[in-house]
């Protein structure tokens, strides 16, 4: 009997297992494959955020470059005013070239989305002014801006500076 049990155990050549073989190789070859594939996206997966992180870092310190090289051309329009000899000759010709400069000035601002917000007579809001003090007066509504210190501004559509202002109360 032991000799039928061996006979039983030992496995005849089966077609079968030629085709389990063959599709374990397939199935190795594809995991193989994947592999790479992950290892391939992982490493351009790396280097796009090393890249990402190197373009933030430079626009945070660059950002700015276009602006500040307009604004150097004004800079150099106060400097060349500010070599010139102001006699009572020429006083009004260097106004007048001040003046240009200034309104050059707030030109590259507009440029740059920086806009002043207008607040002499504008209801007092705390989110774009700061009330420095009131005033009696009967000139302006109560809660109404009667002075400003500072000019409030905003880029784009964000308060960048609040307007000093003096607000107006009802006169006792």
């Known amino acids: 009997m032991s000799e039928e049990n061996n006979s039983q155990n030992s496995n005849p050549p089966n077609p079968e297992n030629g085709e389990i073989a063959s599709e374990i190789q397939k199935l190795q070859e594809q995991a193989e494959k994947f592999k790479n594939d992950y290892l391939y996206l992982r490493a351009e997966f790396e280097n796009y955020k090393r890249n990402a992180i190197k373009e933030r870092s430079e626009l945070m310190k660059y950002g700015g470059e276009r602006l500040v090289r307009d604004l150097l051309e004004v800079v150099d329009n106060f400097d060349r005013a500010l070599s010139v000899n102001v006699s009572a000759e020429n006083f009004n010709t ?62 784009h559509d964000k308060v960048i500076r609040p307007g000093q202002v003096v607000v107006a109360k009802k006169p006792e």
């Open 94 to 155: 260097f106004k007048q070239g001040v003046d240009m400069t200034a309104q050059e000035l707030k030109s590259l601002l507009q440029r740059h989305n920086v806009l002043e917000i207008p607040a002499h007579g504008a209801p007092f809001d705390p989110s774009v002014h700061e009330a420095l003090s009131s005033e009696a007066t009967d000139q302006m509504a109560p809660g109404h801006i009667v002075r400003v210190f500072k000019k409030p501004y905003k880029l």
